[in-house]
């Protein structure tokens, strides 16, 4: 059975700086799997933000998180984190983790794409 269990969200001001991470249980990822972040703001859909083939370390970024938010994955944790550095308070919403098992990662943005998900944790920005 897999589980994700994120953390790290929290409130910090423009400019700022979080680490979310997201640990995984039932799914290895040492092995061919893609787990990707996804966020919603209150009113907003859903929309992909960041996600790393886990086998091959690639990783793929929105263009609005691009060269503010890094994400990389631990195999010894079983962890995949999302660092995310100068915030802005459009960043604010409930981040998800979510997961696709032996999927290599190249084309997967949707949220009916990733069969797993975590419970969310809340990240909000402010001026």
């Known amino acids: 059975q897999v589980a994700l269990v994120e953390s790290g969200g929290g409130s910090v001001q423009a400019g700022g700086s979080l680490r979310l991470s997201c640990v995984a249980s039932?799914?290895?990822?040492?092995?061919?799997?893609?787990v990707a972040w996804f966020r919603q703001a209150l009113g907003k859909e859903r929309e992909w933000v960041a996600r790393?083939?886990?086998?091959?370390?690639?990783?793929w970024l929105d263009e609005s998180v691009e060269g503010r938010f890094t994400i990389t994955r631990d195999i010894a944790t079983n962890t995949v984190s999302l660092q995310m550095d100068s915030l802005k308070t459009a960043d604010s919403a409930i981040f998800y983790c979510?997961?696709?098992?032996?999927?290599?990662?190249?084309?997967?943005?949707?949220?009916?794409?990733?069969?797993?998900w975590g419970q969310g944790t809340q990240v909000a920005v402010s001026s």
């Open positions: 979510a997961a696709k098992i032996g999927a290599s990662c190249a084309r997967y943005e949707r949220p009916e794409d990733f069969p797993y």
């Open positions: 039932g799914i290895a990822l040492r092995d061919n799997n893609c």
């Open positions: 790393i083939s886990t086998y091959y370390g690639i990783e």
